[in-house]
Protein backbone atom coordinates (compact mmCIF):
# COMPACT_ATOMS: atom_id res chain seq x y z
CA UNK A 1 0.00 0.00 0.00
CA UNK A 2 1.42 3.27 -1.04
CA UNK A 3 -0.41 5.57 0.52
CA UNK A 4 0.63 8.64 2.15
CA UNK A 5 1.06 8.10 6.08
CA UNK A 6 -0.99 10.57 8.54
CA UNK A 7 -2.09 10.52 11.72
CA UNK A 8 -5.62 11.77 13.22
CA UNK A 9 -4.95 13.85 16.46
CA UNK A 10 -8.69 14.21 17.41
CA UNK A 11 -9.24 17.33 19.78
CA UNK A 12 -12.42 17.09 21.47
CA UNK A 13 -13.91 20.15 23.41
CA UNK A 14 -16.42 19.14 25.58
CA UNK A 15 -18.96 21.70 25.90
CA UNK A 16 -21.08 19.81 28.57
CA UNK A 17 -17.77 20.93 30.75
CA UNK A 18 -17.52 23.95 29.15
CA UNK A 19 -20.95 25.62 30.22
CA UNK A 20 -21.22 26.43 33.84
CA UNK A 21 -24.52 26.68 35.54
CA UNK A 22 -25.38 29.63 37.93
CA UNK A 23 -25.51 27.51 41.55
CA UNK A 24 -26.96 30.25 44.03
CA UNK A 25 -28.74 29.12 47.00
CA UNK A 26 -32.20 30.74 47.25
CA UNK A 27 -32.03 33.12 50.22
CA UNK A 28 -35.18 35.31 51.65
CA UNK A 29 -35.78 37.58 53.87
CA UNK A 30 -38.47 37.05 56.11
CA UNK A 31 -41.26 39.56 55.80
CA UNK A 32 -44.67 40.24 57.70
CA UNK A 33 -47.30 40.34 55.05
CA UNK A 34 -50.62 42.32 55.31
CA UNK A 35 -53.00 40.74 53.45
CA UNK A 36 -53.91 37.62 54.97
CA UNK A 37 -54.23 36.27 58.52
CA UNK A 38 -51.63 36.53 61.31
CA UNK A 39 -50.83 33.23 61.70
CA UNK A 40 -50.64 32.88 58.24
CA UNK A 41 -48.09 34.99 58.11
CA UNK A 42 -46.17 33.58 61.15
CA UNK A 43 -45.98 30.23 59.78
CA UNK A 44 -45.10 31.81 56.39
CA UNK A 45 -42.22 33.36 58.14
CA UNK A 46 -41.52 30.38 60.31
CA UNK A 47 -41.04 28.32 56.74
CA UNK A 48 -38.61 30.99 55.42
CA UNK A 49 -36.46 30.91 58.64
CA UNK A 50 -36.10 26.96 58.47
CA UNK A 51 -35.31 27.17 54.56
CA UNK A 52 -32.53 29.80 54.77
CA UNK A 53 -31.37 26.83 57.69
CA UNK A 54 -31.41 24.26 55.51
CA UNK A 55 -34.23 22.31 57.76
CA UNK A 56 -36.19 21.62 54.40
CA UNK A 57 -38.69 19.22 56.75
CA UNK A 58 -39.57 21.87 59.02
CA UNK A 59 -39.95 24.35 56.41
CA UNK A 60 -42.49 22.39 54.39
CA UNK A 61 -44.28 21.67 58.02
CA UNK A 62 -44.66 25.70 58.38
CA UNK A 63 -45.75 26.04 54.97
CA UNK A 64 -48.14 23.48 55.05
CA UNK A 65 -49.46 25.40 58.13
CA UNK A 66 -49.29 28.84 56.52
CA UNK A 67 -51.40 27.22 53.36
CA UNK A 68 -53.72 25.67 55.48
CA UNK A 69 -54.94 28.83 57.37
CA UNK A 70 -54.70 30.82 54.20
CA UNK A 71 -55.41 28.68 50.98
CA UNK A 72 -54.88 31.60 48.69
CA UNK A 73 -50.83 32.39 49.84
CA UNK A 74 -49.34 32.15 46.53
CA UNK A 75 -45.99 32.84 48.12
CA UNK A 76 -46.28 29.85 50.43
CA UNK A 77 -46.76 27.16 47.79
CA UNK A 78 -43.95 28.59 46.07
CA UNK A 79 -41.48 28.52 48.62
CA UNK A 80 -42.93 25.46 49.72
CA UNK A 81 -41.82 24.12 46.34
CA UNK A 82 -38.33 25.35 46.82
CA UNK A 83 -38.14 23.20 50.13
CA UNK A 84 -40.31 20.48 48.16
CA UNK A 85 -37.43 20.65 45.39
CA UNK A 86 -34.29 20.69 47.83
CA UNK A 87 -35.53 17.03 49.35
CA UNK A 88 -35.71 15.64 45.47
CA UNK A 89 -39.23 15.82 45.46
CA UNK A 90 -40.04 17.25 42.41
CA UNK A 91 -43.40 16.22 41.21
CA UNK A 92 -44.48 17.87 44.78
CA UNK A 93 -42.10 21.26 43.44
CA UNK A 94 -43.99 21.37 40.16
CA UNK A 95 -47.33 20.92 41.69
CA UNK A 96 -46.90 23.43 44.53
CA UNK A 97 -45.49 25.92 41.47
CA UNK A 98 -48.46 25.49 39.12
CA UNK A 99 -50.89 26.22 42.14
CA UNK A 100 -48.71 29.70 42.95
CA UNK A 101 -48.13 30.58 39.25
CA UNK A 102 -52.25 30.19 39.06
CA UNK A 103 -53.15 32.31 42.40
CA UNK A 104 -50.54 35.16 41.28
CA UNK A 105 -48.56 35.36 37.74
CA UNK A 106 -44.92 36.44 38.96
CA UNK A 107 -41.95 35.82 36.98
CA UNK A 108 -40.28 33.95 39.48
CA UNK A 109 -43.06 31.34 39.75
CA UNK A 110 -42.04 30.92 35.72
CA UNK A 111 -38.31 30.82 36.06
CA UNK A 112 -38.78 28.25 38.96
CA UNK A 113 -41.13 26.11 36.92
CA UNK A 114 -38.91 26.26 33.76
CA UNK A 115 -35.74 25.62 35.94
CA UNK A 116 -37.70 22.43 37.09
CA UNK A 117 -38.69 21.51 33.91
CA UNK A 118 -34.83 21.54 32.24
CA UNK A 119 -34.17 19.05 35.00
CA UNK A 120 -36.82 16.79 33.84
CA UNK A 121 -35.33 17.04 30.25
CA UNK A 122 -37.93 19.29 29.03
CA UNK A 123 -35.70 21.90 27.34
CA UNK A 124 -38.99 23.06 24.98
CA UNK A 125 -41.16 23.46 27.86
CA UNK A 126 -38.49 25.07 29.75
CA UNK A 127 -37.49 27.41 27.37
CA UNK A 128 -41.38 28.67 27.19
CA UNK A 129 -41.38 29.44 30.65
CA UNK A 130 -38.69 31.43 30.91
CA UNK A 131 -39.69 33.04 28.22
CA UNK A 132 -43.08 33.62 29.98
CA UNK A 133 -40.56 34.75 33.04
CA UNK A 134 -39.07 37.42 30.49
CA UNK A 135 -42.39 38.82 29.16
CA UNK A 136 -43.32 39.51 32.92
CA UNK A 137 -40.07 41.15 33.56
CA UNK A 138 -37.71 42.27 30.97
CA UNK A 139 -34.63 43.22 33.23
CA UNK A 140 -34.82 39.54 33.94
CA UNK A 141 -31.07 38.71 33.55
CA UNK A 142 -31.30 34.95 34.65
CA UNK A 143 -34.22 34.25 32.29
CA UNK A 144 -32.29 35.15 29.51
CA UNK A 145 -29.54 33.42 30.60
CA UNK A 146 -30.65 29.98 31.08
CA UNK A 147 -32.38 30.37 28.26
CA UNK A 148 -29.35 30.95 26.29
CA UNK A 149 -27.95 27.32 27.72
CA UNK A 150 -31.12 25.73 26.28
CA UNK A 151 -30.26 27.09 22.68
CA UNK A 152 -26.89 26.74 23.24
CA UNK A 153 -27.49 23.03 23.75
CA UNK A 154 -30.09 22.96 20.77
CA UNK A 155 -26.65 24.29 18.68
CA UNK A 156 -28.51 27.47 18.35
CA UNK A 157 -25.76 30.04 19.04
CA UNK A 158 -27.15 33.12 17.46
CA UNK A 159 -30.22 32.82 19.58
CA UNK A 160 -27.66 31.87 23.05
CA UNK A 161 -25.51 34.45 22.10
CA UNK A 162 -28.52 37.03 21.92
CA UNK A 163 -29.87 35.83 25.53
CA UNK A 164 -26.50 35.97 26.91
CA UNK A 165 -26.06 39.51 25.74
CA UNK A 166 -29.04 40.62 27.44
CA UNK A 167 -28.81 38.61 30.64
CA UNK A 168 -25.24 40.86 30.10
CA UNK A 169 -27.22 43.72 29.25
CA UNK A 170 -28.94 43.49 32.73
CA UNK A 171 -26.61 41.88 35.31
CA UNK A 172 -22.95 43.47 33.46
CA UNK A 173 -21.42 41.64 36.34
CA UNK A 174 -22.62 38.42 35.06
CA UNK A 175 -19.48 36.22 34.44
CA UNK A 176 -21.22 32.72 33.36
CA UNK A 177 -22.97 34.85 30.87
CA UNK A 178 -19.53 35.96 29.23
CA UNK A 179 -18.02 32.67 29.68
CA UNK A 180 -21.31 30.80 28.14
CA UNK A 181 -21.35 33.85 25.19
CA UNK A 182 -17.81 33.07 24.29
CA UNK A 183 -18.22 29.45 23.88
CA UNK A 184 -20.65 30.41 21.90
CA UNK A 185 -19.33 32.80 19.72
CA UNK A 186 -16.39 30.01 18.94
CA UNK A 187 -18.84 27.70 17.91
CA UNK A 188 -19.35 30.85 15.27
CA UNK A 189 -16.04 30.86 14.72
CA UNK A 190 -15.67 34.37 16.20
CA UNK A 191 -12.45 33.50 17.89
CA UNK A 192 -11.42 37.13 18.81
CA UNK A 193 -14.84 37.41 19.92
CA UNK A 194 -14.56 34.64 22.38
CA UNK A 195 -11.40 35.01 23.58
CA UNK A 196 -12.59 38.60 24.63
CA UNK A 197 -15.93 37.72 26.45
CA UNK A 198 -13.58 34.39 28.14
CA UNK A 199 -10.89 37.01 29.51
CA UNK A 200 -13.78 39.16 30.55
CA UNK A 201 -15.19 36.75 32.34
CA UNK A 202 -11.93 35.89 34.35
CA UNK A 203 -11.74 39.40 34.89
CA UNK A 204 -15.51 39.26 36.85
CA UNK A 205 -14.31 36.46 38.44
CA UNK A 206 -10.68 34.75 38.07
CA UNK A 207 -11.30 31.60 39.85
CA UNK A 208 -13.34 29.66 37.44
CA UNK A 209 -11.37 26.93 35.70
CA UNK A 210 -13.63 26.54 33.09
CA UNK A 211 -13.18 29.39 31.66
CA UNK A 212 -9.53 29.42 31.39
CA UNK A 213 -9.88 26.03 29.43
CA UNK A 214 -12.02 27.72 27.51
CA UNK A 215 -10.00 30.31 26.69
CA UNK A 216 -7.14 27.73 25.83
CA UNK A 217 -9.21 26.46 23.07
CA UNK A 218 -9.84 29.80 21.44
CA UNK A 219 -6.10 30.34 21.27
CA UNK A 220 -5.42 27.05 20.17
CA UNK A 221 -7.94 27.65 17.62
CA UNK A 222 -6.05 31.18 16.12
CA UNK A 223 -2.81 28.90 16.44
CA UNK A 224 -1.20 30.71 19.33
CA UNK A 225 0.35 27.51 21.28
CA UNK A 226 2.37 29.19 23.64
CA UNK A 227 -0.85 31.25 25.04
CA UNK A 228 -3.13 28.26 24.41
CA UNK A 229 -0.57 26.56 26.95
CA UNK A 230 -0.59 28.94 29.65
CA UNK A 231 -4.09 28.84 29.70
CA UNK A 232 -4.40 25.48 30.11
CA UNK A 233 -1.83 25.41 32.89
CA UNK A 234 -3.86 28.45 35.04
CA UNK A 235 -6.80 26.29 34.55
CA UNK A 236 -4.63 23.18 36.11
CA UNK A 237 -3.49 25.16 38.59
CA UNK A 238 -6.29 26.17 40.22
CA UNK A 239 -8.15 22.59 39.92
CA UNK A 240 -5.40 19.90 40.26
CA UNK A 241 -7.43 16.80 39.03
CA UNK A 242 -8.75 18.68 35.89
CA UNK A 243 -8.62 16.14 33.11
CA UNK A 244 -9.86 17.83 30.51
CA UNK A 245 -7.03 20.83 30.51
CA UNK A 246 -4.61 18.16 31.08
CA UNK A 247 -6.10 16.64 28.00
CA UNK A 248 -6.19 20.36 25.90
CA UNK A 249 -2.71 20.93 27.11
CA UNK A 250 -1.74 17.92 25.78
CA UNK A 251 -2.95 19.00 22.24
CA UNK A 252 -1.29 22.32 22.17
CA UNK A 253 1.75 20.86 23.07
CA UNK A 254 1.44 18.47 20.25
CA UNK A 255 0.41 21.48 17.85
CA UNK A 256 3.87 23.02 19.04
CA UNK A 257 5.76 19.97 18.16
CA UNK A 258 6.26 18.94 22.10
CA UNK A 259 5.19 15.14 21.60
CA UNK A 260 7.07 14.19 24.69
CA UNK A 261 5.51 17.24 27.03
CA UNK A 262 1.74 15.75 24.90
CA UNK A 263 2.51 12.78 25.69
CA UNK A 264 3.33 13.49 29.69
CA UNK A 265 -0.19 15.55 29.36
CA UNK A 266 -2.44 12.73 27.69
CA UNK A 267 -1.11 10.40 30.23
CA UNK A 268 -1.67 12.96 33.35
CA UNK A 269 -4.85 13.28 32.03
CA UNK A 270 -5.58 9.60 32.32
CA UNK A 271 -3.75 8.62 35.54
CA UNK A 272 -6.82 11.30 36.86
CA UNK A 273 -9.66 9.54 34.59
CA UNK A 274 -8.54 6.13 33.27
CA UNK A 275 -11.70 5.93 30.95
CA UNK A 276 -10.71 8.99 29.27
CA UNK A 277 -10.67 7.60 25.51
CA UNK A 278 -10.05 10.98 23.90
CA UNK A 279 -6.57 10.98 25.71
CA UNK A 280 -5.90 7.48 24.61
CA UNK A 281 -6.68 8.18 20.94
CA UNK A 282 -4.41 11.73 21.35
CA UNK A 283 -1.45 9.93 23.02
CA UNK A 284 -2.01 7.38 20.29
CA UNK A 285 -1.13 10.52 17.64
CA UNK A 286 1.62 11.53 19.67
CA UNK A 287 3.49 8.44 20.09
CA UNK A 288 2.88 7.89 16.44
CA UNK A 289 4.64 11.15 15.72
CA UNK A 290 7.59 9.62 17.75
CA UNK A 291 7.64 6.16 15.66
CA UNK A 292 6.31 4.52 18.58
CA UNK A 293 4.01 2.61 16.56
CA UNK A 294 3.31 -0.01 18.83
CA UNK A 295 2.20 2.02 21.79
CA UNK A 296 0.28 3.82 19.32
CA UNK A 297 -1.56 0.90 18.15
CA UNK A 298 -1.95 -0.22 22.22
CA UNK A 299 -3.28 2.96 22.87
CA UNK A 300 -6.10 3.32 19.77
CA UNK A 301 -7.23 -0.41 21.44
CA UNK A 302 -7.46 1.20 24.98
CA UNK A 303 -9.51 3.72 23.22
CA UNK A 304 -11.51 1.65 21.22
CA UNK A 305 -11.96 -1.01 24.49
CA UNK A 306 -13.76 2.50 25.85
CA UNK A 307 -15.41 3.16 23.40
CA UNK A 308 -16.58 0.51 20.73
CA UNK A 309 -17.57 3.09 18.28
CA UNK A 310 -14.49 5.52 18.27
CA UNK A 311 -14.09 5.92 14.09
CA UNK A 312 -10.80 7.86 14.59
CA UNK A 313 -9.50 5.83 17.06
CA UNK A 314 -10.08 2.48 14.57
CA UNK A 315 -9.02 5.30 11.56
CA UNK A 316 -5.48 5.79 13.81
CA UNK A 317 -4.64 1.79 14.77
CA UNK A 318 -5.30 1.25 11.11
CA UNK A 319 -2.85 3.99 10.34
CA UNK A 320 -0.34 2.49 13.13
CA UNK A 321 -0.90 -1.29 11.78
CA UNK A 322 0.21 -0.69 8.46
CA UNK A 323 3.61 0.48 9.86
CA UNK A 324 3.65 -2.61 11.69
CA UNK A 325 3.60 -4.68 8.73
CA UNK A 326 -0.25 -5.83 9.60
CA UNK A 327 -1.77 -4.61 6.45
CA UNK A 328 -5.50 -7.16 7.11
CA UNK A 329 -5.29 -5.73 10.79
CA UNK A 330 -5.13 -2.09 9.21
CA UNK A 331 -7.58 -2.73 6.13
CA UNK A 332 -9.77 -4.24 8.73
CA UNK A 333 -9.60 -1.06 11.00
CA UNK A 334 -10.25 1.34 8.57
CA UNK A 335 -13.35 -0.65 6.56
CA UNK A 336 -14.64 -0.62 10.80
CA UNK A 337 -13.70 3.11 10.70
CA UNK A 338 -15.30 3.61 7.46
CA UNK A 339 -18.66 2.36 8.43
CA UNK A 340 -18.45 4.52 11.72
CA UNK A 341 -18.54 7.58 9.33
CA UNK A 342 -15.26 8.75 8.83
CA UNK A 343 -14.77 10.00 6.15
CA UNK A 344 -11.05 9.53 4.75
CA UNK A 345 -10.76 6.13 5.73
CA UNK A 346 -12.63 5.50 2.70
CA UNK A 347 -9.18 7.35 1.06
CA UNK A 348 -7.31 4.11 2.87
CA UNK A 349 -9.81 1.49 1.99
CA UNK A 350 -8.72 1.29 -2.03
CA UNK A 351 -5.71 -0.81 -1.60
CA UNK A 352 -7.50 -3.27 0.33
CA UNK A 353 -8.71 -6.92 -0.55
Known amino acids: MNKPLLTICLFISVFTEDIAFSQQDTVVQAKILDDG ?10 GIEFF ?8 IKEFDKAISLKPEFDKAYYFRGNA ?3 TKDNAGAMNDYSMALKIGQQSEYYFSI ?52 EAIKYNNDY ?10 KRQLEDLDGAIADYKKALQLKPDMPFTLNNLGSAQRKKGDHKAAIESYSSAIKLKADYFIAYNNRGGAKQDAGD ?29 YKLKDYKGSEEDCSKAIQI ?24 CDDWRKAAELGVESAKNYNGDCK
Open 259 to 287: FKGAIDDFSKALSIKSDYSYAYNNRAAAK
Open 307 to 330: DPAYGYAYMNRGIARELLRNEKGA
Open 37 to 46: SQDAEKAFNA
Open 52 to 59: NQKNFTES
Open 114 to 165: AQLKSIEKDQSGAKEDYTHAIELNTGYSQAYYYRGVISFEQSDYKAAIADFT
Open 84 to 86: KLE
Open 175 to 184: AYAYNDRGSA
